[in-house]
């Protein structure tokens, strides 16, 4: 087994196992392959590996997803419903094609006026979250404790914040907190970087995304059983695009009131689907992931997050009782910051989009909706020289690109070396 041979055997084997493990993940929960739309289940009880001998939590720095919400933008509802409703009054439509009208009729009422409004499963999620890590971390939840929720200027994201700061005061002995909602602080919850920003998509990459994605067509078989004209189709509709919109909208139902009753997976093939997820997550990945492609640096868009944390995990140390700050961000700002903090598998880098199932990077695991990434320093005293940190994604304890003898905590001084030792060598090439 030590023969070159045998070693890349040993290694296609792993990248097989992996991109089978998406492939059974989407098929047990077809609603994974909503991406970043997928809502975040709420687990009974997760594991904790005990914290070494006399460590104790005493401050959390927490960067949250929004909870399930209404898409943000009415078009998303209209622009098919629009569609089917033109080819219904010409007598275009199938007998299928008529039934998703009908249902796409019924999400459209159910979304109407709520556009990024938390829907009633977001509100119960966000508050089975707090109240799970206050279950999970009791030493860090402390009457002369400092808790502080901030959120970014975002209808979502603000009542995210709200639902969990109520049940962080409903659920204990009284907690006093504040909370803010401000464009001051999108320094270090929405940060803006026009450079990267630019270079995002450039010609390069959008060519290699448009072959990518033509290779993973899936909207043939879908038109023929929607409409009973394909000349109508070639004349008046853009099949990639309406069955695009048809996708996210399938996604989009397990946040409602609806799912359950209503649903458009089933329009889909197992195949479609999957492909379907294929060109989101390598549209994220593009976006926000270190794809080769466009240079590899978009991560580094979240670096002042990244300092800021640094920073508060410095100052946090003077603190007599525990401290903890709760922040609600985009989901594409937490999905970066997992990136460039290279947790588990998130800081893959590659060109090629078809590996990345092959090598763990799936949009839904990273940042799904109710996602977090939670970073958790312990120590025995304030005057403990050696304090450890834990990072949970998504709750679930996370593997850090750093060396530990005690995984998966982390020696704090590593922890801030390695990260800002990884910022300057960015900052310094780039400027």
Known sequence: MKTPVAACLLVLTGLTTRAQVVSQELTADVNRSAGLNYALPIEKKIKDTPAPPGKMPFYINHYGCPSPYYLK?????????????????????????RDVKRRLDLLRQDAHERNGELTAKGVAQSRALMRQMMERLPDAFVPDGYYSGRSVVQNNCILTMQEAMIQLSASHHPLSYNTRSSHRENKFMNPQDRLLTVNRVDSLTMARYQRFCSLNSVAGRLMESLFNDQNYVVSHIDPAELSRQLFILAGSIQHTGLAGTVTLYDIFDAGEIHRHWKMLNAWNYINYGACETNGGHQPYLQRSVLRNMIHLGDSAMKRATPMSHFRYTHEQVVLSLACLMELDDCGLETDNFDSLEENGWADYRIAPLGGSIVMIHYRSGTDDPDVLVKVLLNGHEARLPIQTDCAPYYHWHDVKNYYLRKLYRYENARF
């Open 73 to 97: 933008d009415s078009a998303a509802y209209v622009a098919p419903c629009t569609i089917f409703a033109k080819a219904d009054s010409l007598g275009k439509l199938t007998r299928l094609g």
